[in-house]
């Protein structure tokens, strides 16, 4: 199996759809996120953010660390789907009759 390694986006001729939109939270899923920041904060750093300061924070991340996180999630399932993809072809060999 190869290493992951981040790289620049595909920009080959294939007229498709960015994939990679802003990264959007749900309002239930950004008031759980929040909340792991400031207990994080708290936690392990000893301060106390704010729900803005904390909102921000998860803004910077999504923008600026997202992409790396989406890249690796392509990454590791297009693993799978390989490993996948080998195993139909051994299925599909397994298929094939002795010709005589």
Not at 42 to 56: K, R, T, Y
């Amino acid at each position: 199996m190869s290493e992951w390694q981040p790289h620049t986006r595909h920009t080959g001729s294939t007229d498709i759809s960015d994939p990679m939109k802003d990264i959007e939270f749900s309002q239930e899923q950004k008031e759980r996120i929040i909340s792991k920041i400031k207990t994080y904060f708290a936690d392990e750093l000893q301060q106390d953010i704010g729900g803005f300061e904390a909102e921000f924070l998860l803004d910077f991340f999504a923008r600026e660390i997202g992409p790396y996180i989406y890249n690796r999630g392509l990454f590791d399932a297009q693993q799978v789907f390989n490993e996948k993809m080998e195993d139909l072809a051994y299925l599909f060999q397994e298929l094939e009759k002795p010709e005589a």
